[in-house]
């Protein structure tokens, strides 16, 4: 393999390696007349002095030109001499033996290989690398001369984007380490054999997805040396839904399979009462889609170095779905005159779309309707490794004025006053839902987020919308970003009809609270058969949560009047816990308290939601709902007890889990509204570690580890892991089973090294249990003063 021979002429140890020609040319001759140890090269005064005065005109000699004559040819060149493998007799050759370059790389690609397999990108349709972030490949690279740990350094350079900076995460060095960690870049040799090393190689699982270019830098006592850049050894970085640490993390393996791997779908249109379906191929594997879907990126002109995060790249997909603005993928046509291109009802898939636009450098293609938008919408999101699917809305209203409401303004005689009219309903609209933990927003708006490609309405300037929270939508939270108002009034604004006065002013005469937002519609998991969703973006029409729901978002939108304010709001709605909180496998104690501050009575309908989320807050489960009328008394402080027993939410846990208890309510006299969420988590008992004998550096010890098993349950396979600096390094140890409620201990020997205070770290893991650890201080005797 080609590479680039750094300057090295400052080395000493090197310093007849400049004029080396492995015997090419008479520098030898020269070269022997000087002493080895002056680390210089012989030369003309003249050209000296000419080089100090003007180096642009005489610069030094590069080792650059050096470059063809260290790449190539040494092997044949020895054996052409017959010196089998023995340095030429001029003892310039050593330079083969000095520095230490990359021959070859071994990316092993195939496609039926441990890394396209392993990575869940065995279906791409082509032969390059593609991985996931997150997780680690392997890699042979083939050296001149074997690697020595001891003398020589190895790392790799992967750079993406226009302009790669290290700072940026668009410039990864990746250094060769010891151990492996799970949460950043490294690379460890797994395997040596003779000149070829294995390198197992970690990345970030916040990495910039996209296309990295590839070097490998080397460096031993003779200098450094970078190898060229061969764009065969491309890698082609993804989001990973299968790594617990990226922000696309989806637990469940049958929805991966559908939402992510499936490369076909189906999209649902007609009415509400007449539903028709048609099968779209997705075709996110297909050969070019993904150098088209990275094309698509690279049009949007948005700096690689956000590319990293899916909230921000699935927004700037949105945008580059449609052409209004950016020259995008789609340009839409409602007009019926599709003369100049291809009517929208004749695509059946994505492939065909993505690849003219590609191929034509960016001319959007022509036309594009809702549904359109929308396919390839969800081949671009699975594309790139973020789950997404299809989703249609039937009665799906268009809110023009952010007032959350679809509004009809008449005149006196009751007949529609068209120019004001520009709000619709439409027979069905066709969206996505994409998938992704939503850590810029408060927790449990994490899980799946609506965006929406079709141009209807500018967000920031751009014809772009999402991703919005469905749960933030379903609670009509649309404070919270991106566009949580448009998809709100999607799928549940009332329809409010405005009579236009003498004056000239309107007033609301009717509304309808039923008309907008039925039978959302996608393709179930595994199946052709279609899953209603609408409950993931609405509560049941006309329930106490659907109309506080609607009342809280329209209070944000520019038609507050249309909703009756409260007469009064003089009740309070808090939840405490006491001391550190609920502990896991026992039942879950907290208060609700009810303030009533007003001299007459309230009854309050309040209703409560108890959710499972994972710490990232994507929503997991609903476990638990309940609705209650509380009265209150005036001037009373009403306290009762909320709660849920273990059976209630054992089946539900994950890792580092939290609950949310969402209360919401409607004070019956006034209309007031009271809502409030509050988030906890269940405490996990300790480690009782007890250290057993004297402490003394170079002495064995031991200590002894205790644990009561908190759950009515067996703990499966678990595993302690213990460690202490200056007393031992990490140990694992593979207990086995522990039993309901069982109380175990294990004791562990072990000699210091160091003096002084240390500390002594356990934990404990399985699968049913987690987040499970202890400490203790150990005070170290030194040597002298045990004696």
């Keep these: 393999m080609p590479v680039e021979t750094r300057s090295i002429r400052d080395r000493s140890a090197v310093g007849r390696f400049p004029s080396v020609t492995l015997g090419f040319g008479d520098d030898s001759e020269e070269e022997n007349e000087e002493p080895e140890e002056e680390g210089v090269t012989k030369e003309n005064a003249c050209r000296r002095w000419l080089r100090k005065v003007c180096p642009c005109c005489c610069p030094q000699p590069s080792d650059n030109d050096l470059t063809d004559t260290v790449v190539t040819g040494i092997d044949e060149l020895e054996k052409d001499n017959g010196t089998d493998g023995e340095k030429p007799g001029t003892g310039d050759s050593e330079l083969d033996e000095l520095l230490l370059k990359v021959q070859s790389i071994d990316l092993m690609k195939s496609k039926s290989g441990v890394n396209r397999t392993e990575h869940h990108t065995n279906l791409y349709q082509s032969d390059n690398l593609i991985i996931r972030r997150g997780q680690n490949f392997q890699m042979w690279i083939t050296l001149s001369r074997p690697f020595d740990p001891s003398t020589d350094e190895l790392h790799l350079n992967l750079q993406t984007g ?51 270019r590839l070097t490998v830098e080397t460096n031993c006592a003779s200098g450094p040396v970078v190898s060229t850049h061969d764009p065969a ?10 790594c617990e640490d990226d922000s696309v993390f989806m637990d469940s393996e049958e929805e991966k399979q559908e939402y992510v791997l499936n490369d076909v779908g189906r999209i649902y249109y007609g009415t509400q009462n007449q539903i028709g379906v048609r099968t779209w191929n997705y ?38 779905i449609n052409s209004p603005d950016d020259r995008g993928v789609l340009e839409g046509n409602w007009s019926g005159d599709y003369s100049n291109g291809s009517s929208p009802t004749m695509w059946s898939g994505s492939v065909e779309i993505l690849n003219e636009y590609h191929k034509s450098s960016g001319t959007p293609v022509k036309y594009g309707q809702c549904w359109v938008f929308a396919g390839v919408f969800t081949t671009v999101l699975r594309c790139f490794g ?29 007949e529609p006053i068209e120019h004001l009219n520009a709000d619709s309903i439409w027979n069905f609209h066709v969206w996505n839902d994409c998938w992704m933990a939503r850590p810029d927003l408060p927790p449990g708006n994490g899980g799946w987020q609506a965006v929406d490609a079709t141009p209807q309405e500018t967000s920031q300037g751009t014809f772009q919308c999402g991703p919005a929270s469905l749960a933030a939508v379903r609670y009509g939270q649309v404070f919270l970003k991106h566009d949580c108002p448009f998809v709100f009034a999607e799928v549940n604004s009332d329809k409010i009809y405005w009579q236009k006065n003498v004056d000239g002013t309107f007033s609301q005469i009717y509304s309808e609270k039923k008309i907008v937002g039925h039978l959302i519609s996608t393709k179930a998991v595994g199946s052709d058969e279609r899953n209603d969703i609408t409950h993931l973006y609405k509560h049941l029409e006309d329930t106490v949560e659907e109309r506080i729901a609607v009342e809280t978002a329209c209070s944000y939108g520019s038609k507050a009047e249309a909703y009756s304010s409260p007469t009064a709001q003089d009740v309070a709605l808090e939840v405490l816990m006491d001391g550190e909180g609920p502990e896991m496998g026992k039942d879950v104690e907290l208060t609700i308290v009810v303030r009533n501050s007003s001299s007459e009575k309230r009854n309050v309908s309040l209703h409560s939601q108890v959710s499972v989320m994972y710490y990232t807050g994507v929503h997991k489960a609903t476990v638990r709902k309940d609705q209650t009328d509380v009265e209150v008394l005036p001037k009373e ?29 409607r004070v019956k006299e006034t209309q007031q509204v009271l809502a409030t969420q509050f988030s906890f988590r269940l405490r996990t008992p300790d480690l009782v570690i007890k250290p057993i004998g004297k402490a003394a550096v170079g002495e064995k010890m031991a200590v002894e580890i205790s644990f009561t098993n908190p759950l009515p349950q067996v703990l499966k396979a678990v595993i302690f892991h213990v460690e202490g600096l200056g007393l031992l390094p990490a140990r694992k140890i593979n207990y086995g089973d522990i039993g309901s409620h069982a109380s175990v201990s294990l004791t562990e020997h072990f000699v210091p090294t160091l003096p002084g205070l240390r500390k002594l770290l356990a ?12 400490v203790t201080d150990i005070t170290v005797e030194d040597k002298s003063n045990a004696g």
């Excluded at 003779?194 to 990495?207: H, Q």
């Excluded at 809305?393 to 009751?414: G, R």
Aim: net charge negative.
């Design 162 to 212: 226009s302009l790669p900076a290290v700072s940026k995460g668009t410039h990864v060095i990746v250094p060769l380490v010891g151990e492996l960690q799970d949460d950043r870049w490294g690379a460890a040799v797994v395997k040596q054999d003779g000149r070829r090393i294995k390198l197992s190689v970690n990345s970030s699982p916040t990495a910039v997805i996209g296309q990295y």
């Design 763 to 774: 934990s404990l893991d399985c699968k049913q249990l987690t987040q499970v650890h202890g």
């Design 233 to 242: 050894n491309d890698i082609y970085m993804l989001f990973n839904p299968w």
């Design 283 to 320: 075709g996110q594997f297909d050969d070019g889609i993904l150098a088209a879907c990275l094309f698509v990126l690279e049009k949007s002109g948005t700096p690689a170095s956000g590319w990293g995060d899916p909230v921000n790249v699935s927004r700037i997909i949105s945008a580059m």
């Design 386 to 414: 973020i789950p997404g699917r299809t989703v249609t809305n039937f009665s799906s209203a268009h809110d023009t004025d952010v007032s959350l409401t679809t509004d009809v303004y008449l005149d006196e005689n009751l």
């Design 637 to 665: 402080e009403k306290i009762f007890e909320w709660i849920m027993e273990y059976k209630d939410y054992k089946g539900q846990l994950i890792d580092q889990a939290a609950l949310m208890l969402t209360l919401s309510g």
